[in-house]
């Protein structure tokens, strides 16, 4: 009975261990989303880009709703697209997707202000990917949590939506994601992206010691 005892407590302690993790990515998400409301973009964004893609937001496939926004737009339903984006936005403050969309339609409705406050959080995201490297080798390799991020720089900064191959590389015991672009001029490019975040997510996901 003692030996079941002893052998039930660090599954306890790995239980217990989870929730408060959880408990703490989902307080930074809330706290970092007050401050964005708020107006105040001055924070630690990898933070929140982690606690966003990790536990801080229940999941939510928002490409639906894209394709929705841009059948709206195409029909002149302006805001009704915006509501699409903001259905984005309010699922996870942190995707830059929604923002675009919101961009999008707020010039459309020629509200520059608000469109500029968009902007400037979408700005916020790329700074805070760009800041990490450059994306020139494995050792200047962009920092991402997610693997949507790494499309979201094709898309925003480069210009492209599908890279033109992609393989899983392991360099110094670190995984990065090297991507082969063709740029607006048809210039090859590649792209590297530190995956060691993401793949270790993934990892703790499939053995059970987190929680999706």
Not at 155 to 175: A, F
Not at 196 to 210: E, L
């Amino acid at each position: 009975m003692k030996l079941i005892a002893a052998l039930a407590l660090p599954l306890c302690f790995s239980a217990t261990s989870v929730a408060q993790a959880d408990k703490s990515v989902k307080a930074i998400y809330e706290a970092d989303t007050k401050k964005v409301e708020s107006g105040d973009l001055n924070f630690d964004w990898k933070e929140y880009r982690m606690a966003a893609q990790h536990g801080g937001t229940p999941y939510f496939d928002w490409h639906a709703v894209r394709n929705k926004f841009h059948e709206q737009m195409d029909k002149g339903d302006t805001d009704g697209a915006l509501k699409s984006a903001n259905e984005i936005i309010s699922h996870n403050m942190e995707e830059p997707e929604g923002h675009i969309l919101a961009l999008v339609a707020y010039q459309k409705l020629g509200k520059q202000t608000e469109a500029a406050y968009q902007h400037k959080i979408v700005e916020a995201f790329l700074n805070s990917l760009t800041s990490s490297g450059d994306g020139k080798s494995s050792k200047t390799a962009f920092v991402t949590v997610d693997e949507s991020e790494e499309y979201f720089y094709l898309n925003i900064v480069i210009g492209v939506g599908l890279p033109e191959s992609q393989s899983l590389m392991t360099v110094d015991g670190h995984s990065f994601d090297l991507l082969k672009v063709k740029d607006r001029d048809g210039k090859e490019q590649e792209v590297w992206f530190n995956v060691d975040i993401s793949m270790k997510a993934m990892s703790d996901a499939i053995s059970g010691t987190k929680k999706k």
